[in-house]
């Protein structure tokens, strides 16, 4: 059974910072593209940053330079280093896992930036 399981969501202040993570099971993490989106209310789900199998990354223009996806392969763990938040990062993140014949998503975790 896949399981995807994202934490390190919460409520920051703008300018904040916070890291989430998500830890893969079931899967063979080293063979997946790890991605992280998002889903703000009323909105469409939208690809925030993507690591690769093999390292490479990607990023949303509304997040380079503020945001840095990583993986520990060792941890079966790809987190996300979000930096100067602002209050339009605010939305649900999911963890997503890609690679073979079927995409795999986490649960979400809420990301909420307001004074």
């Known amino acids: 059974q896949v399981q995807l399981v994202e934490s390190g969501g919460g409520l920051v202040q703008p300018g904040g910072s916070l890291r989430l993570s998500c830890a893969a099971s079931?899967?063979?993490?080293?063979?997946?593209?790890m991605g992280w989106y998002r889903q703000a209310p009323g909105k469409q789900r939208e690809l925030v940053a993507v690591?690769?199998?093999?390292?490479?990354?990607n990023y949303a223009d509304s997040v380079k330079g503020r945001f840095t996806i990583s993986r520990d392969n060792a941890k079966n763990t790809v987190y996300l280093q979000m930096n100067s938040l602002k209050r339009e990062d605010t939305a649900v993140y999911y963890c997503?896992?890609?690679?073979?014949?079927?995409?795999?998503w986490g649960q979400g975790t809420q990301v909420t930036v307001s004074s």
């Open positions: 690591i690769t199998a093999g390292g490479g990354r």
């Open positions: 997503n896992a890609a690679g073979g014949p079927k995409t795999y």
């Open positions: 079931g899967i063979i993490f080293a063979f997946y593209n």
